[in-house]
């Protein structure tokens, strides 16, 4: 049981705890967080592989792929955090209309 | 067991101490100023005391420096945070605890 | 002596363990923003002890992010949340 | 792979819409508008020297930065990726011409039409982006870009109801590409590289590489709208403004589908199962079935011709059933593989041509007539005689009657079906087109009735239902270059390669 | 023995994150957000990332937490809860859940049994003397996959355009009162020369040790951003020209050099090694320039969309 498998499965819990969040919430705000947490959980993912594949230093290429991972995940909330206070300017809701997803 | 290492013990000790101290105080006090009082002070010192115990145990003096530097803006922060927040709820009228919902 | 780094560290997680309470219990927003502040200055302290530990220095320029974050949560949280504005319940 | 001839001209593909992009940010709205055309119709021109070159050359690379693929990124144009990056720069280059002309009459609330062009410039270097990349990573960066640029496209028309479709369009696309991501993260976890033909030879069968395939196809699933989880694209399309919906249905699904095709073929052929083929199958024939049925119920126009989309998509994924083999069965002796890949690029052709016509037709009937609801469509043929031929055209191509493009990809459908014995396709197939005969010729029916007077027709520009009229006549003429363009498809892998299946084959393709 | 911290760290991650999503009222989400951010930034310092945990401490839990408190005060003003709760009904959730809980078995499964493939390591340390820096995460982040890196920079700029969209541009520009508080005046003041200071200091460390582009990006955004609040609208209140060329230099620069190089019969994005380490560090700069200035100028764009200065809508020329 090895550090990095302690967190490839905490990964793939996160991630399922993500998935589920987008699922079960129903504010805007609430699916937004739960997109990032599954980023949080891919990202953990990768950088469990670096540390399992270090040699004088883990594995760089993981490393560049989650801060480019972290940057895309982060302009992608943000606007999907401006488009949710935008419909509550306009429209006062905060959830989805009735049919769920 | 070295000098050194007999004084990073002691150092750290106390740091944890010090911590421990500021989170049962921002637990247990009743209101929110007495809250800040006890975790801005106590967390400096025992960010402080346990900043010097790791200082002398890598021992070169950069780093040293570094982490003074560190602890130096942490109380300029948290003192500047403690004195915000403490403005900002005495300028709310009767503050209505959240009820959760449901 | 690496046990007790170690220790202590794990102590220190404890530490923001407990303080997860004050975030649950909270009665108003600005307590929250203590925890805020709590963690920060905890995890600083782990990231010290880790750097001695690990003999990774530059986990220090990572203490110095976790301070700045701290500053500017609180910043923001009090312009954004001032009471002049239309009062905001917490 | 990295012995074949490099070329600068596939880097450029990607450049040059950006460097335009970028600098119609400095301009106003009028100069806005002219560097953009000037950039759209420029990355246009510069598409087909680029086929041209892979026509004499063959695929083409581009080793960026000068490194080798286990580190660095490879570009990689190959026959299927210039049909599908000519396809992009026909129809991007008709619509651009569309909104050249629509935004001058008709200003979005708020000013924000400017903002068309370098988001719809993004959009176009991050398709022709996925379609070159050959690594995996670089791929989920593409997909984010196209993503992000395409919900940005979406909701500038500004109304609450394009912003909340657009909202749940964005939450959709970001799940999906994480669920992707996650199954890159596996891949590159058990054999250390990114780049998919190193890929497809390192992998080895097992629970994370079946796992991988599952996130990864449900992952892209969710971004090509297929059937169980198409519920984001009505909306978003309906609600964009017509030259934006065009765009959205036409080209930005459809690179989400090329990046299913590649991973299905090139890097899953271990541990895919004939089950697998079989399900996607299914997932397929359903949408097509309901979408077409629900094109049938719906009043507005634009609603309509959304959930045509989605049957349409559906055909794309028939092809996988008969792409995956059944165990035992060898590539070489299955004939049928040719057909079905034909089949499965010329509807991406086809359905690229009629949906973005019927789209910017929709916009125009919008513009003439202030709504899109069926009854606007009384006596169309005598208010809006050419948008009433562009609507027909591209509706006996979306049906599949003979001589359009979209017969030539149904035929080969079929023919492929037959020859591989799996008839139970056919069916699905042909209710698809029956359902959508019903609903194309109940416009028809409308577009001829007499309609009650007094409905003020707005002048519409001529050019923008010249626009709509050539895309429309384009889903025929591109039957005439058949044998060339698969002549020029045949030469290279992975056009009409068949994933060979074992007896034994890994787990469950797909839950 | 230290793996009681690791195993401490991710279960604390997991339990974050479960109480995050199933907070009743949006700042206990909020903040438990923040403490899940702090917690992984934590876990990728364990595991040896350190350019990570800058980038996700930085990025995740700062700037995207000070948005969240932003759109926190709309949101919390009105209902919070919604109405019938934030529950949907019991049989969907009760779906969802079996359907997650079979996915996340599967996962566990595949996770734990992936093979080991090696990684890239030996790869990247082999080439490191000819990518003209000597840490290995810049290396790949800026030579062997800069083509990404230079997609992500325009990815934070196309962020920025998708937010003008989203609804009228004037938000931007709007007025911004001057913090009456001496003391936080004089804080802001102190602590923005120093932000800036710190983030030119990671920039040029980024060529032996982790740092770089991205982290000196949000330490200079967050200096912005802190400005933006005490009331001196820096960027907001510079000329449209000056703006547009600060947003564009990092995405255009990098594509300028790439089109050089290639005229000059190299890949794109292929840097000479006499020149590669002067290269990486002007194109490093100018990059973490237009990312600041995209993340100030998103976050003034979030503050100017704050509800009470929300009059209703006007359209006005872009």
């Not at chain 2, 003096?61 to 803006?73: E, G, M, Q, T, V």
């Not at chain 4, 993260?185 to 069968?205: E, K, N, R, V």
């Not at chain 4, 010249?466 to 006549?473: D, E, G, M, P, Y």
């Not at chain 5, 945990?53 to 949101?75: P, S, T």
Request: aromatic residues 12%; neutral net charge; charged residues 10%.
């Amino acid at each position: 049981m090895e550090t990095y498998q302690i967190y490839s499965l905490a990964s793939a819990v996160i991630f399922a705890v993500g998935l589920a969040g987008i699922f079960t919430t129903r504010l805007f705000f609430k699916k937004i967080i739960a997109t990032k947490i599954m980023g949080g959980g891919v990202f953990l993912c990768f950088v469990s592989f670096a540390e399992r594949d270090a040699l004088a230093f883990a594995d760089p290429v993981p490393h560049a792929m989650v801060i480019t991972g972290i940057v895309v995940a982060v302009s992608a909330a943000a606007f999907a955090l401006a488009l949710a206070r935008r419909i509550q300017q306009l429209t006062g809701q905060e959830t989805f209309p009735v049919e769920e997803e | 067991m070295t000098m050194t290492n007999l004084f990073t013990i002691i150092l750290l000790l106390a740091g944890c101490f010090f911590f421990l101290g500021g989170t049962l105080g921002l637990l247990r006090f009743p209101d929110l100023f007495s809250r800040l009082h006890a975790l801005t002070k106590v967390d400096n010192i025992g960010l402080g005391l346990i900043a010097a115990g790791m200082a002398i145990h890598i021992g070169s003096p950069w780093a040293a420096l570094k982490i003074f530097l560190i602890w130096l803006s942490t109380l300029l922060a948290s003192s500047t945070a403690c004195y915000l927040v403490a403005k900002f709820q005495l300028g709310r009228p009767s503050e209505s605890p959240e009820v959760p919902a449901k | 002596m690496n046990g007790f780094f170690i220790g202590v560290c794990l102590f220190l997680l404890l530490n923001i363990c407990l303080g997860l309470l004050r975030v649950w219990r909270g009665p108003t927003v600005a307590d929250r923003l203590l925890t805020t502040q709590l963690f920060g200055t905890t995890g600083m302290a782990i990231l010290i002890v880790l750097a001695g530990y690990l003999g990774e220095l530059t986990l220090l320029n990572v203490a110095i992010t976790f301070n700045v974050l701290a500053v500017l949560l609180v910043i923001c949280f009090v312009q954004v949340w001032k009471p002049g504005k239309k009062g905001g319940k917490a | 792979m990295t012995d074949l001839p490099a070329s600068p001209l596939v880097a450029l593909l990607v450049g040059v819409p950006i460097a335009f992009a970028l600098v119609s940010l400095f301009f106003r709205t009028e100069g806005r508008a002219r560097t953009g055309l000037l950039g759209s119709l420029g990355t246009t021109a510069l598409a087909f020297p680029a086929i041209l070159e892979v026509a004499r050359k063959g695929t083409v690379i581009h080793l960026l930065g000068g490194w080798a693929p286990p580190l660095g990124i490879l570009l990689r144009l190959d026959p299927l990726a210039a049909v599908f990056i000519g396809m992009t720069a026909l129809v991007g280059g008709v619509i651009s011409l569309y909104a050249w002309w629509y935004f001058r009459k008709e200003a979005t609330a708020g000013g924000t039409s400017a903002l068309f062009w370098p988001l719809w410039l993004f959009l176009w270097a991050g398709l022709n982006g996925l379609f070159l990349s050959n690594d995996l990573f670089n791929l989920f960066v593409t997909i984010e870009v196209v993503g992000i640029c395409a919900v940005a496209l979406a909701v500038l028309s500004g109304k609450a109801a394009s912003l909340i479709a657009g909202l749940r369009y964005l939450l959709a696309a970001i799940a999906g590409s994480m669920g992707y991501l996650f199954g890159v993260a596996l891949l590159y976890g058990s054999t250390g590289t990114l780049d998919i033909t190193l890929l497809g030879a390192a992998l080895t069968p097992g629970p994370a590489t079946t796992f991988a395939l599952i996130v990864m196809t449900l992952g892209l699933m969710i971004k090509t709208a297929c059937f169980p989880l198409h519920f984001w694209l009505p909306p978003a399309h309906a609600a964009a403004l017509p030259p934006v919906s065009a765009l959205l249905s036409a080209l930005v699904v459809k690179g989400t589908f090329y990046i299913l095709l590649r991973l299905w073929t090139e890097v899953f052929g271990v541990s895919l199962t004939f089950a697998a083929g079989q399900l996607i199958g299914v997932a397929g024939a359903v949408a097509v079935l309901w979408g077409s049925w629900q094109a049938l119920m719906q009043d507005r126009l634009k609603l309509i011709v959304a959930h045509s989309s989605v049957a349409q998509l559906g055909y794309l994924l028939m092809v996988f059933p008969l792409i995956v083999l059944a165990p035992g069965v060898a590539a070489e002796s299955a004939n049928w593989l040719s057909p079905a890949w034909t089949a499965a690029v010329y509807q991406v052709m086809a359905h690229g041509f009629a949906k973005a016509s019927f789209f910017l037709s929709a916009g125009i009937i919008v513009i003439a007539l202030g709504h899109d609801r069926k009854s606007s469509l009384r006596d169309l043929v005598a208010r809006l005689p050419m948008t009433a031929m562009a609507i027909a055209v591209a509706g006996v191509s979306l049906i599949g009657l003979p001589p359009s493009g979209g017969f030539f990809a149904k035929w080969m459908l079929l023919k492929g079906i037959f020859m591989s014995e799996q008839w139970w396709w056919a069916p699905a197939v042909l209710g698809g087109s029956f359902l959508t005969a019903g609903y194309v010729f109940m416009i028809l029916r409308l577009a001829f009735a007499p309609a009650e007077a007094g409905q003020p027709v707005r002048p519409v520009p001529k050019a923008l239902q010249v626009c709509a009229l050539v895309l429309a006549i384009g889903s025929f003429l591109i039957v005439l270059p058949a044998d060339h363009i698969i002549q020029f498809l045949e030469s290279t892998a992975p056009f009409a390669t068949g994933v060979e299946t074992y007896p034994e084959g890994g787990r469950h393709g797909n839950d | 023995m230290s793996l009681w911290i690791d195993s401490l760290l991710a279960v604390l991650a997991v339990f974050l994150a479960v109480r995050c999503l199933l907070a009743p009222t949006l700042p206990q989400c909020v903040f438990l957000f923040f403490a899940f951010g702090l917690t992984l930034a934590l876990a990728w310092a364990r595991l040896g990332a350190v350019d990570v945990a800058i980038a996700e401490a930085a990025i995740a839990a700062g700037f995207l937490g000070v948005l969240l408190i932003d759109a926190l005060r709309d949101f919390s003003r009105s209902r919070s809860t919604g109405e019938g709760g934030d529950r949907p009904s019991r049989v969907s959730q009760g779906l969802v859940g079996a359907g997650v809980l079979v996915f996340l078995v599967v996962a566990i499964e595949a996770v734990w049994r992936v093979p080991n493939g090696g990684g890239l390591t030996a790869l990247a340390a082999d080439n490191l003397p000819q990518s003209g820096v000597d840490h290995p995460v810049t290396a790949v982040l800026l030579n062997y996959r800069s083509y990404d890196t230079w997609l992500e920079v325009g990815v934070v700029l196309m962020a920025l355009l998708a937010l003008f969209a989203t609804g009228g541009r004037e938000y931007f520009c709007r007025p911004v009162v001057r913090a009456v508080d001496p003391l936080l005046r004089q804080v802001i003041l102190l602590f923005t020369p120093v932000l800036f200071l710190v983030g030119a200091f990671l920039l040029y460390l980024g060529k032996t040790e982790p740092g770089g582009a991205f982290q000196a990006a949000v330490l200079w955004g967050a200096g912005g951003i802190l400005l933006h609040l005490g009331g001196w609208p820096v960027f907001a209140s510079m000329a449209p020209w000056l703006r547009h060329l600060l947003l564009t230099a990092g995405f255009g620069f990098f594509l300028l050099l790439g089109f050089l190089f290639m005229a000059g019969g190299g890949a794109l994005f292929e840097y000479p090694l006499a020149q590669a380490g002067l290269l990486i560090l002007v194109v490093e700069t100018l990059a973490a320039l237009s990312i600041a200035a995209a993340l100030t100028a998103i976050f003034a764009y979030f503050n100017g969309m704050s509800a009470e200065s929300a009059e209703p809508f006007t359209p006005a020329s872009s």
